[in-house]
């Protein structure tokens, strides 16, 4: 069987170590596509090297020309610029979205039966560009957001109940942005959901709440850190998973940006919710019953991501 190839469009910190997880995990061969080809030309090299010291027989390469993914299986998009000290990631909107229409050319070009994962932010407004300009199947354009909020809150949930991350499943729903809804009631420990654990007094109500704040902000507290960019370990780790459970049909149910047609009683717009993953891309969307105070959070999340879908219609007549 002939290894699968996997595109990383943008070689910057996120694409760079898409690639170095890709190839450590021989999950096919990997192009490494940007503006910069010097860049991604460098990176492929020296991943390249190491791959004799880890034992990886795939292939790496850089590019700065769309040909050279020509047959891909997956595209992982992170081109285009990540946030500075004091942006918020709507900021991006402008610069992005060019760079978005740029990408879905070359996607539909060479690669048009991909699985696209978009990271590029504001999140749910480039994927849903992203799909627009390339005319992709819905089903096979999909924005990673979710599953890094998601690792975020459970990561904060572990460190404070002192428990194995493998025992916790945290749910964050709604748009990749400040308003985003970290699903208490769905979330569980060990099987118990958060507000079992806050009634029986083995996590108080405070911490929880912390928490939540903590989630919601958890990119600018890196990106404050970092001084300059954004994460880049986690977000690739779980556009990763997102791949890795299209490439081998795991059917993985995971919180992502996904096309909606009625769900959640939207259409026509991008943002996160529960999907399974497979072989034929999002193939089932699924719906959390969510009560008034929920369905309050989703609503607003949902009207900040609608905001910013009209400012791209508003920037590029052609998505109106
Ligand atoms: P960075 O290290 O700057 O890499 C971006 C790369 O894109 C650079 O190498 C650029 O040269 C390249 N690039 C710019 N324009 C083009 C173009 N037109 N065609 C091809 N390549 C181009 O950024 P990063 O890797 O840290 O972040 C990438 C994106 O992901 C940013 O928009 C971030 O805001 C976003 N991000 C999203 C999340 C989510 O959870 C959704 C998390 C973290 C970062």
């Known amino acids: 069987m002939a290894r ?3 595109a990383m469009i943008g070689a910057g910190m996120i694409g760079g170590t898409l690639a170095h997880i890709a190839a450590r995990e021989e999950l096919g061969d990997v192009v490494m596509f940007d503006i910069f080809g010097g860049v991604a030309q460098g ?3 020296d991943m390249a090297e190491a791959t004799t010291v880890f034992g990886s027989d795939v292939k790496l390469a850089g590019t700065e020309a769309y040909a050279d993914i020509e047959g891909a299986d997956v595209c992982i998009v992170t081109a285009g610029f990540p946030r500075k000290p ?8 402008g610069k992005n979205l060019g760079v978005m229409k740029q990408v879905a ?3 539909k070009t060479y690669a048009p039966n991909a699985f696209v994962i978009c990271i590029t932010n504001p999140l749910d407004a480039m994927v849903w560009a992203l799909q627009k300009f390339s005319g992709l199947p819905t089903n096979k354009v999909v924005g990673m957001a979710g599953v890094l909020d998601s690792a975020r809150f459970a990561y904060f949930l572990s460190e404070k109940l002192g428990v194995s991350v493998k025992d916790i499943r945290a749910w964050t729903l709604g748009g990749h942005g400040d308003d985003m809804v ?3 009631r769905y979330s569980t420990v060990g099987g118990l ?3 079992v654990l806050v009634e029986n007094g083995m996590l108080s109500q405070e911490d929880l709440d912390a928490m939540v704040v903590r989630t919601r902000k958890g990119g600018g507290e890196i990106v404050a850190l970092l001084g300059n960019g954004s994460a880049y370990y ?3 780790e779980s556009a990763i998973a997102m791949a890795v459970s299209y490439l081998k049909d795991q059917k993985r149910v995971l919180p992502s940006a996904a096309y909606l047609s009625g769900e959640y009683g939207q259409n026509d717009m991008y943002v996160g919710v529960p999907v399974v993953i497979g072989a034929n891309g999002v193939e089932k969307v699924v719906e959390f019953p ?4 929920e369905k309050e959070m989703m609503e607003k999340s949902i009207s900040a991501v609608n905001v910013l879908i009209e400012a791209c219609k508003n920037l590029e007549p052609s998505l109106a």
């Open 4 to 6: 699968k190839k996997i």
């Open 182 to 184: 970290p699903m208490v």
């Open 105 to 107: 050319e070359g996607i």
């Open 43 to 45: 990176k492929a090299l």
């Open 234 to 236: 986690a977000p690739a």
């Open 86 to 93: 004091g942006m918020s990631r709507d900021d991006l909107i």
């Open 193 to 195: 959901p958060l507000n």
């Open 290 to 293: 969510m009560d008034a105070s």
